[in-house]
């Protein structure tokens, strides 16, 4: 299962000769399946979150005799992926575009959760080359919650994602030895927040060997995204140019909710979804939060097949 960074924000490729061959590879493998499906995370993970569902996804679709390459990405100032000026959702879905182009794909579908959702719904309403044939966005509204009517929802103890990244950017972490230590040193901040949530803010806190700035560092551009979080930057807005349909995206697009998440709220956010996306449909995973790849992997793995085996009959 290929992986891949984002370009930068200028729109070039991700330099190297490396790059070069597994774009080139990616593209030739993405000509010998009929359907191409890249998937892309969201906000405190990089591409290795979703590779346990995306195994189970390539196996499902092998077993179900669709032919399919799935793709993950990292998205900018994540991972592999190098930063970008501004670190907005719109930027960030010109990335995607740029490395779709550089597979060159003639369709392919796109699977996004939370920011990585919103960063494939801007594609979509952005791509004017109609690559993009259909998208899956797991538990995320094509809306702005800085505007939304209710307050921004809590993702560790009783902080918002916003509260959060300024608390993450607190932590000095060439003083910390071990990843123990950064759940300890988190904790202190913040008693509010649990051994599992702090393991889940931490998880692109890892170990480098190089021996430059201490054992522990970061592999996002945190303060870059907490900036851009604090001055709202990074939020969703409507993709300048997205006019080619009528300022819609017009293939289907299936929105996986978590019942007890809440970031999709059918009530306030449908109407929006079906002005963007009116072949969009919501379905809500029972029992299941924010992350149901984590909470209920099979449960989105039977939506998400399902999904994809209609996709395969338009590709």
Not at 74 to 94: F, I, K, N, Q
Not at 268 to 275: A, F, G, Q, S
Not at 299 to 309: E, M, N, Y
Request: glycine content about 8%; hydrophobic content about 45%.
């Amino acid at each position: 299962m290929p992986s891949h960074s984002l370009p930068t924000c200028r729109g070039s490729l991700t330099c190297g000769k490396g790059a070069a061959v597994a774009a080139a590879a990616a593209a030739a493998a993405a000509a010998a399946a009929p359907l191409t499906l890249v998937v892309v995370h969201g906000m405190l993970v990089d591409r290795a979150s979703l590779r346990p569902f995306c195994q189970l996804l390539s196996k499902a679709l092998a077993g179900s005799s669709i032919p399919a390459s799935v793709y993950l990405v990292d998205l900018p100032a994540h991972g592999d992926s190098p930063s970008c000026t501004p670190l907005s959702v719109v930027s960030m879905g010109e990335q995607l575009l740029s490395f779709l182009a550089s597979l060159n794909l003639s369709r392919c579908f796109l699977l996004g959760h939370s920011l990585g959702g919103q960063v494939c719904m801007a594609a979509a309403l952005a791509d004017m080359g109609n690559i993009i044939g259909g998208l899956c966005v797991i538990d995320i509204s094509p809306v702005n919650y800085f505007l939304d009517s209710l307050p921004l929802p809590n993702v560790a103890g009783e902080r918002n994602i916003v509260e959060l990244f300024a608390l993450l950017a607190t932590l000095d972490v060439d003083a910390l030895k071990t990843k123990q230590q950064a759940v300890e040193a988190l904790q202190q901040k913040d008693a509010q927040i649990t051994q599992s949530e702090a393991d889940y803010c931490l998880n692109l806190l890892q170990e480098q060997h190089s021996g430059k700035g201490g054992p522990l560092a970061w592999r996002m551009d945190l303060r870059g995204l907490a900036d851009a979080l604090q001055s709202k930057v990074l939020c969703w807005n409507i993709p300048r140019g997205s006019s080619g349909k009528g300022g819609v995206f017009v293939g289907p697009m299936l929105l996986v909710r978590g019942e007890r998440s809440p970031w999709v709220s059918v009530e306030r956010h449908e109407k929006r979804i079906l002005e963007l996306f009116p072949k969009g449909r919501i379905h809500t995973l029972a029992g299941v939060g924010h992350v149901p790849q984590i909470d209920d992997p099979e449960g989105l793995l039977k939506v998400v097949l399902q999904a994809v085996s209609q996709w395969a009959k338009l590709s």
